[in-house]
């Protein structure tokens, strides 16, 4: 059994924000997968697929940003799963828009969600898709930016990155995350 995460924060103000890039590419996933995310619980949303006898739940916290971890150890104890079987996508502003970082292991580099992550679950051990989402450039505090909504002229990056990280998130329904990692990095 896998799990796949996206951060983000609920609510529509929120909604296409840098910040929720993780929501935007678990729901593109669940589109093309077919995966109705209906299930509420774990103060998330989810839904699962059936995948070659295997099942794969999608989860989007809805706890906030900072509490992530609230929401994604309770259902990954629910459902027995281990950390190897855990992939979190989140926004990195390390990285331009249009590039992304797949990861086995590490520090939060900053990012409130994965501290809550790595807090909850006790270790830095799990699989990660680092989304970038680039820097403030103009003097833009990062909050202000990591809550605001991407430019018209990144779209066409951004469409490629959430293509991307779908195609990696299937390509990990079948090949152990290092093979994932060595083809999407």
């Known amino acids: 059994m896998k799990l796949i995460v996206g951060l983000g924060n609920p609510g529509s103000q929120y909604e296409k924000t840098r910040h929720n ?3 935007v590419i678990v729901d593109a ?9 209906n299930q ?15 099942k794969i739940v999608l989860l989007k ?3 906030y940003m ?3 971890g609230e929401s994604i150890v309770p259902l990954m104890d629910y459902f027995d799963i281990d950390e190897e079987n855990l992939l979190v996508i989140y926004d990195d502003l390390d990285l331009p828009v249009g590039k992304i970082r797949l990861r086995q292991k590490g520090s939060a580099g900053g990012h ?21 989402i680039d ?9 202000d930016y990591v ?9 066409a990056e951004l469409d490629k990155v959430i293509s991307d990280s779908v195609d990696a998130c299937e390509t990990w329904f079948d090949k152990p995350f290092l093979e994932v990692m060595n083809k999407f990095n």
């Open 40 to 54: 509420s619980k774990f103060k998330g949303v989810f839904g699962t697929y059936h995948y070659k006898g295997e």
């Open 66 to 68: 900072n509490l992530s």
């Open 135 to 143: 820097r403030p450039t103009n003097g833009m505090s990062v909050p």
């Open 29 to 37: 996933l669940a589109e093309r997968l077919g995966v109705p995310l």
């Open 112 to 132: 409130n969600g994965i501290k809550s992550t790595i807090a909850h679950l006790g270790t830095q051990n799990f699989n990660r898709i680092r989304v970038g």
């Open 61 to 63: 916290p809805l706890t």
């Open 147 to 155: 809550l605001g909504k991407f430019h018209k002229e990144d779209q």
């Open 21 to 23: 890039i993780g929501f």
